[in-house]
């Protein structure tokens, strides 16, 4: 089966997709006395622990950046995507064991599981963006025209964050090892990524910055930073090979995917 026949066959799905994610946001706060308000609240407190642990607390020394109380701001631009990319990957790793029962039983797509797990963290990074907007105007960062072109970015990364969940959940099926192995991948992924760092700071080894810039989550990163932080056009051939990069992850994702599909329902 071609992969756009697959695309095609997920988008018969589409209503179902939206379905699932909107259980799925519904569970994460089931109990709770907040709800939904719990999307809102945890990047506010996170923020607020930012600017006091890092404005007063271990005040910020890279004057790349600017003032100690700055630096929270900056972090906070990176770790909030990063926090969807590490989420959506966790979750997807485990997405078709949790839900063996639907892929055993109900005649669906499969990769319609891992694609609810990428677009519900999605949704909860859309509900961090207001908290970011606020702390970005308390510190008087410029709220520029070039806010209009997050959503490219935010396109770049859900195709690449679509394809490697892709990729994680079809092969964990098969070797369960790669659950442990993910959280030290995801750690050292952290690092190699320009989030606690400033990538165009001059004091950042030459050689360094050299490394880091064949990771696709660089470009990526840096792009929000500069939409969001800096209020300046991101590199666009940089974010635009990134993209092609994205592409060709979605397209190996997919295709392991498709070819392990019918081993699924015996394997979980």
Known sequence: MKLSDNLKEVWKHRLLIRTLVSRE?????????????????NP?????????????????RDKSIGEPLQYAVF???GLLPWTWFSS???DSANVLMVNGNLIKKIMFPAEVLPIVSVTANFVHFLFGLPILFIFLIIFGRPLTLFLLLVPLVMLVQYVFSLGFSLLLSALTVHFRDIKDILGNLLTFW??????IYNFYNPD??????KVLAFNPMTHIFIAYQDCFFWGRLFHWKRLGITFLAAL?????????????????????
Request: with cysteine; charged share 10%; aromatic share 24%.
């Open 190 to 195: 952290f690092f190699a990524t320009p989030i």
């Open 88 to 90: 959506s990957s966790n």
């Open 75 to 77: 972090l906070f631009c």
């Open 204 to 209: 950042l080894n030459p050689l360094l910055k």
């Open 25 to 41: 946001l519904k569970a994460r706060y089931r109990g709770t006395v907040l709800g939904f308000f719990w999307s809102f609240f």
């Open 248 to 268: 060709v992850l979605f397209w190996i994702g997919y295709s392991v995917f498709n070819r392990l599909r019918d081993s699924f329902p015996e394997e979980v």
């Open 44 to 60: 506010l407190l996170l923020m607020i622990v930012y600017t006091v642990v890092f404005g007063f607390v271990i005040p910020a």
